[in-house]
């Protein structure tokens, strides 16, 4: 077996691995669009085993910034790990997630970070690498009559013109945060062009004349689906999906939520809430100077301090 770098690699070959495997249209105008907008790709973007000229495994590396107790740094993220399924059960994604940890630590990087599903077979890939589960999500479920709480804030689509009102009020509610609360800007626009989040799933959320948060939603199969809450303190979660839901004629709400205040106010609000979910964020220290519980004190993991989003793992 062959190890070799994104340009190496067959490009179409590329693609029908993402296909398969991910359902993920990798093409090679998408990946020169990601690394030429998306700033936290290695150089190399990618690493993929070669075994009987069959492109069949794949491991993307990312360098992700963070905030930490001790100042800014960044982190490593595995992302789109995925094997042909005609070369299962060989070893192949633990060849390739060797040479990417050896990768981020020639690069100085002290942990690798993912998010994926507890229930996913890759789950247990990655505790065996050691991986281990530090956050997850809560996700909140309520009829629409439930959803329409009093709320005084108004939601309204942010739009592709608004989109780096977002990324501004990131910046500003992101301070004195901890974990993925630093971004390379643009970011929300640049995610919108390379197609990892759709122009119409941007919400803006005002106080008045003043911008108070922003959230992504869709509505999909009668379902309004909320996830990415970001709010100024002192507003409820519960208030700002109630905004939302005035917008989207749904008769279902489901709203994922990071901080455990944002969970409180759902279920204040009357949601059924699952808390934890299938989804987790794990952590790996890659040099033996360093541990998870390091990793959980630097990042705030656990507290309101920590900042986490699907749009800034992997």
């Known amino acids: 077996m062959q190890i070799v770098e994104y340009d190496v690699a067959d490009p179409l070959e590329v693609l029908h691995l993402n296909l398969l495997s991910l359902g993920f249209a990798l093409t090679p105008e998408r990946a020169a669009l990601i690394r030429r907008l998306?700033?936290?790709?290695?150089?190399?973007?990618?690493?993929?085993?070669?075994?009987?000229?069959?492109?069949?495994?794949?491991?993307?590396?990312?360098?992700?910034?963070?905030a930490t107790t001790e100042g800014p740094a960044e982190v490593g993220g595995v992302w789109a790990v995925c094997t042909h399924p005609a070369y299962n059960h060989r070893g192949i994604a633990t060849r390739l997630l060797d040479e990417a940890h050896s990768r981020m630590?020639?690069?100085?990087?002290?942990?690798?970070?993912?998010?994926?599903?507890?229930?996913?077979?890759?789950?247990?890939?990655?505790?065996?690498?050691?991986?281990?589960?530090?956050?997850?999500?809560?996700?909140?479920?309520?009829?629409?009559?439930?959803?329409?709480?009093?709320?005084?804030?108004?939601?309204?689509?942010?739009?592709?013109?608004r989109l780096p009102l977002a990324d501004d009020l990131f910046q500003r509610l992101a301070a004195g945060r901890l974990g993925f609360a630093r971004r390379h800007t643009p970011f929300l626009p640049a995610l919108v062009e390379i197609g990892d989040v759709g122009v119409n799933e941007v919400w803006l959320l005002w106080e008045g004349g003043d911008l108070a948060g922003y959230v992504l939603a869709k509505v999909s199969e009668s379902v309004l689906t909320v996830s990415d809450l970001l709010l100024r303190e002192g507003l409820e979660a519960a208030a700002a999906v109630a905004a939302l839901a005035r917008q989207a004629d749904a008769p279902y709400v489901q709203v994922s939520v990071d901080r455990p205040s944002e969970a409180v106010s759902l279920r204040r609000a009357g949601y059924r809430i699952a808390d934890p979910t299938w989804g987790t964020f794990m952590i790996k220290p890659l040099t033996p100077e360093v541990t998870v519980d390091e990793a959980r004190g630097l990042f705030g993991i656990g507290t309101e301090r920590f900042l986490m989003s699907w749009m800034d793992m992997t």
């Open 105 to 161: 630590r020639v690069a100085g990087l002290r942990f690798s970070t993912l998010g994926t599903s507890r229930h996913r077979v890759a789950h247990a890939l990655y505790r065996r690498h050691g991986y281990e589960d530090v956050g997850a999500s809560a996700s909140g479920l309520a009829r629409r009559d439930t959803a329409l709480c009093e709320t005084h804030l108004r939601a309204e689509r942010a739009g592709p013109e």
């Open 38 to 66: 998306d700033k936290r790709p290695f150089p190399f973007f990618a690493l993929y085993a070669i075994e009987d000229g069959t492109v069949a495994g794949q491991v993307g590396v990312f360098r992700l910034p963070v």
